[in-house]
């Protein structure tokens, strides 16, 4: 057990927080006793996710795009900045959407963080660093993107993210940081995101082939959610303003995370294979020196630990 750092916040504000990693993060905060107002437009998440954070003292749930201005309450002392769609299949869909939300959205986001003199935190991500010509990514590697192909709309709206969050910090002095996440599994994935992980659980769980892109030989490193938001909130806790990775250095191929979930579900799905989408990474691992030199963390959850969860965790979905 690794012990990363942590801070009692007031209250905190969660962009993004009726989505997959924003309300696990919403439930930890409010587990150490911090107000939470979530901020949510729905677009890509669910009130679902939030449905037992509802009536708990201190919660409060405003729905509204952060593209526009919105209502954070009083005392705040924390700005999360998660909102953003997030699986290709999503920002693919809403492609506008996506690069105003990391535009306008992180600078309404970075405005509230200077009107309440709080800690911002921006939710950036390992596609910053595109299809990497560096292998595992460590902070200081520039990245490979296409500014132009169909994942750019994503990869770009995050590396202006990260530009003006940097600028807003040296200009006006608001207290910044900002997470590079690597992907992150578990519980509350929707089935039809498009990610692999959840494709796989449910494709495994109903006996259909696992559709693996490619040849399979392509790699991510994932990580369970409960890792990451424990990395976020050490992050947060820090006065570090990064960029710093938090992912688990773990790597496996996709036709190898295939074989692993047919084997954690006991399905008798087979593979078969379709073609890899434009631009797809060949290859992706976090080097993460910096978070474990400065946050004190590291990864606790195992894959083949944290995957037989989320197998669980869909199975009892399925059967409610
Ligand atoms: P998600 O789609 O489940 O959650 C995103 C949330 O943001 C949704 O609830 C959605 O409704 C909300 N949202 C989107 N645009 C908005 C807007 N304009 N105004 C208000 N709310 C808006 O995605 P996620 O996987 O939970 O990702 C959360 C954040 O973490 C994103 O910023 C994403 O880029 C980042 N991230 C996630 C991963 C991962 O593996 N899950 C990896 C890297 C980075």
């Given at each position: 057990m690794n012990a990363a750092l942590s801070r009692n916040w007031k209250h905190a504000v969660v962009t993004g927080g009726a989505g997959f990693v924003g309300s696990h993060l919403c439930t930890a905060l409010l587990g150490q006793g911090t107000a939470v107002t979530c901020v949510d437009d729905l677009s890509t998440g669910a009130h679902e996710n939030v449905a037992h954070l509802r009536g708990m003292p201190g919660f409060r749930f405003v729905e509204a795009d952060v593209t526009e201005s919105f209502e954070t309450g009083r005392d705040v002392d924390l700005v999360l900045h998660f909102a953003s769609p997030a699986s290709p299949a999503d920002y693919l869909r809403l492609p506008l959407h996506t690069l105003d939300t990391g535009s306008?959205?992180?600078?309404?986001a970075l405005l509230a963080a200077r009107a309440a003199g709080a800690r911002f935190v921006l939710a950036s991500t390992s596609e910053v660093y595109g299809d990497p010509l560096e292998h595992p990514q460590s902070e200081d590697y520039w990245g490979n993107v296409n500014p132009v192909g169909p994942r750019s709309v994503y990869d770009e709206a995050k590396r202006f993210g990260e530009a003006m969050t940097t600028a807003e910090a040296g200009t006006h002095g608001t207290d910044t940081g900002i997470v590079r996440l690597f992907n992150t599994y578990g519980p509350r994935m929707r089935g039809h995101d498009g990610r692999a992980v959840p494709t796989f659980i449910r494709q495994a769980l109903a006996g259909e082939p696992l559709t693996v892109t490619g040849d399979g030989r392509q790699t991510r490193s994932l990580c369970h959610v409960d890792d990451t938001v424990r990395g976020i909130l050490a992050a947060a806790a820090s006065d570090l303003r990064g960029p710093v990775n938090i992912g688990n250095p773990a790597e496996i191929t996709m036709l190898g995370l295939a074989h692993l979930i047919i084997e954690l579900t006991g399905s008798r799905s087979g593979v078969r294979?379709?073609?890899?989408?434009?631009?797809?990474?060949?290859?992706?691992?976090?080097?993460?020196?910096?978070?474990?030199?400065?946050?004190?963390?590291?990864?606790?959850?195992?894959?083949?630990?944290?995957?037989?969860?989320?197998?669980?965790?869909?199975r009892r979905r399925q059967a409610a």
């Open positions: 306008l959205g992180t600078r309404n294979y379709i073609e890899r989408p434009t631009d797809d990474p060949a290859v992706r691992c976090p080097d993460i020196t910096m978070a474990r030199g400065k946050l004190q963390w590291e990864p606790e959850v195992a894959p083949r630990d944290g995957l037989a969860r989320t197998v669980d965790w869909f």
